[in-house]
């Protein structure tokens, strides 16, 4: 057996924790998906169940036929292009009508109208066991089965056949479709932010409201993702996102002579509200030596007139705090005012950023600077790039228990406010009984 690739996903609640393998025997190609433990087993099993569900519903497509061997999962591995690469190549040809089509194709996989019928949304134990109380309209229609993992990267395009290879999050009970559509458009999204942004294609919200998606659906749906996370990565683990890591086993003993401190900061600069590749900076760094990184603005066009400037701190998730950021002219210098920058993580009271994304940012507004930049000085007290290492996991258990703590004292406070309301109120209907009565006795 040669292994090509192992993924590990460890970040998981116990009861989902799996590693997936990709080896090779004979001149056949396998994937084995395998629990970690016992606590795993009936998830991985739930998978040769999903697939027979699946393959009678869909009638015009395939799906990777899958086998149990010995405490696992195995399938047969296709070969093919899949409708990520294809909106990978929409975008870098900037052939949005493609890219627009492609989408629309990809719904109508998941649809399949031809043979499926759809049902008016009816709540049910299932899915409040998985996506929480949320109340959902009982026009939003749904699939009779659900394979909320029905992404990009899981259809594969073999010859004339479409195939579905990834079944691990599937469900029978009615759950919207749109939240499917959503689901695998905000994570391509995210994963591809950047190349998106790049090639000027429109912004998630644009593309989800083409698909008349709208804004209160789209926060039903955000509260369903964060519930499935809270149930599948646990209270701690659901803060960190939901991403998939993994390795080809034949980089792996490159990426084991790396040191574990090697990384790259990225300053972005703007002159409206977009932030793109072709003006920015990429320092490599040192984890363990430089704290401190200038970046110079030295070309002629670059300083004057900025917007905004947006520094990435790390090329995936991590846990930063942020010494100083100083904006420096010919003659003059500026102490940027870290609670007034606006970022796509999460600040504790000690000072700390949680980075929880593949894709952190820091921005900062340059209204009130009024000379040219030339120099930007970035200073980190402390950074954690490893979010599975013990350090990490003790960090994200302080914040979440302290925004915790925070939301109880809240909590507390308002309810002493609705007693000292519903004393008052109670007083106040007593003294217009006592009224009534004396009135009465004296009438």
Known sequence: MDIDYVKFTDYRDPAFRIRTMIYEKGDMKYVRKLPKDDMAKAHVEKMLNSYILLSKVYKHIKFC????????????????????EKLLSNISEKNLSSFKELIIEYINILKDSRNIELSKFEVSEGFIDIFGQVIISKEHMCLPISNIDMGFDNIIINSDNTYIIDYEWVYDFLIPIDFIIYRNLRNFYNRYSNLLNHNKFPKFKETIYGLDIKDADIILYETMEKNFLLKTNGLINNLVNYSKNYFHVSKLEEL????????SLQLFWSYNSDFNELDSIKKKINLSNDKEITFKLIEDNIGSNLRKIRIDP?????????KRITLKGIDKSKDIDLSKLETNGIKSNDGYYYFLNEDPQIIIDLKSVKYKVSEVIFEMEDIITDIGSKVAIKKISELYNSKFHNFRKQLFEKERIIDEFKKVTAYGKLKRKLIKIKKNLIG
């Open 65 to 84: 036929s899958c086998t149990k061997v010995e405490g696992a999962i195995e399938f047969s591995f296709i070969e093919g292009l899949s409708f990520e």
């Open 256 to 263: 084991m002579r790396r040191s574990s401190y090697e990384a």
């Open 314 to 322: 790390h090329i995936d998730s991590c846990i930063i705090k942020v």
